[in-house]
Structures are given as C-alpha cells and as structure tokens.
T-cell receptor, first 117, second 115 residues
C-alpha cells in the first residue's frame, strides 16, 4: 500500500509570494491533517480535513488555508509568505470513521521543505 | 493548554545498550499517546497506547502508559546504529471537535547510537 505522498519535496519562494502544497493520503484514509515542523517550535498542528470539510484548526494566521477534494487529496496554501514560514510541512492521513475517538494513528508523508528568502 | 514534555532531550549510547525515553503529558480528555521515530524525513509510527492498551511491544521496542502518573516510557533494548533518530511522543486529546486530527507533540529525544 502506498504511503502518504507529498509534492513538491522542496520549494524556494520569496517573501510576499504564495505557495500551494499537495498531499495524497493513503488509499482509504479520509482524514488529512497538516503540520508545520521547525527547529524552534517542533511539530505544530495546522488543520484537519474530513470529507472535504475542515473540522479542526490550529493557532495559525489566516494566511494558512487548505482544502480537501472528493478523492481525499488535500492542498494547503500559504499566502503573503514571511521568512518565519520557512519550515518542513508535513501531511498526515488516518483511517477514521469520523468520530472524535477514532483510535487510528496518523501516518505522515515525507514533507515539503519550504524555504522563504 | 495541552502540553507534552520529553526527557532526556538527547542521549548518546553504544550499540548493545538499553535506553529508556520518557514522556509526560497534560491534556484535556486524554484519548491516546503515540510514539514516532523520525530520521531525515517522515515521522514513522511506532506505538499507540490507549486506556484499553497500556503496554505495547514490537521486537526490541516496548512502551508502557501510566495513566495515573500521566506519563509513558519507550524502551529500546540491544540498541543498534539504525536506532539513531529523533523519538517523538504525541498525545491525542481535547474536547469534542478540537481533537480531530490534532496531536500535541513533545520536543523529541535525539538518540545517537555509536558502533
């Protein structure tokens, strides 16, 4: 079974630009979550999607947004990039029936390394 | 605010040694505790511990959840150089919809195993 696939692997952008990252979950997984990983803050939750609906959101500014398509693939967008947005962005999927107590672990992709100059 | 603290932050051992990594947590409506191993890329899932399963074992790795002490340990016996990685502890919790897809991670333990 293929794992979580993220594209692109690396991105270099300039301050003020916007960027779109893509994630394909494990087949059969309907929940997709996004995380930001930095050396200083570690792994921080951005948002979660299930059946094309955002169900949960972390404490990030509105410049960070996402969406999920009917095939469960997800994209996240960051607008008006800042230097502090440089990070590894990880997507994770899980097999859940949608209940709060899913009991299913998150499986992570290899991430997109975003560098903002 | 939910909080997960891991110790030690880094550890250097020699092949064959046994290591114990610690994780303590404070979270509303605890649901599960997870351990991940991260090398250069994706965190790889190791164990999930819940109220119904407080001890897990896989090969040389084992983990125990102590719900009374709000903590967990990850043991690695007969360490190998391939065990060198960052070990992350994460907790799932929160009230209702605030738990969807959200794990609160500790800062990680960097384990280095020398030949």
């Amino acid at each position: 079974k293929a794992g979580v696939t993220q594209t692109p692997r690396y991105l270099i952008k300039t301050r003020g630009q916007q960027v779109t990252l893509s994630c394909s979950p494990i087949s059969g997984h309907r929940s997709v979550s996004w995380y930001q990983q930095t050396p200083g803050q570690g792994l921080q939750f951005l948002f979660e999607y299930f059946s094309e609906t955002q169900r949960n959101k972390g404490n990030f500014p509105g410049r960070f947004s996402g969406r999920q398509f009917s095939n469960s693939r997800s994209e996240m967008n960051v607008s008006t990039l800042e230097l502090g947005d440089s990070a590894l962005y990880l997507c994770a999927s899980s097999f859940t029936d949608g209940s709060p107590i899913g009991g299913s672990p998150l499986h992570f992709g290899n991430g997109t390394r975003l560098t903002v100059t | 605010e939910d909080k997960v603290v891991q110790s030690p932050l880094s550890l250097v051992v020699h092949e064959g040694d046994t290591v114990t990594l610690n994780c303590s947590y404070e979270v509303t409506n605890f649901r599960s505790l997870l351990w991940y191993k991260q090398e250069k890329k994706a965190p790889t899932f190791l164990f999930m511990l819940t109220s119904s399963g407080i001890e897990k074992k896989s090969g040389r790795l084992s983990s125990i959840l102590d719900k009374k002490e709000l903590s967990s340990i990850l043991n690695i016996t007969a360490t190998q150089t391939g065990d060198s990685a960052i070990y992350l502890c994460a907790v799932e919790g929160g009230a209702g919809g605030t738990s969807y897809g959200k794990l609160t991670f500790g800062q990680g333990t960097i384990l280095t195993v020398h030949p």
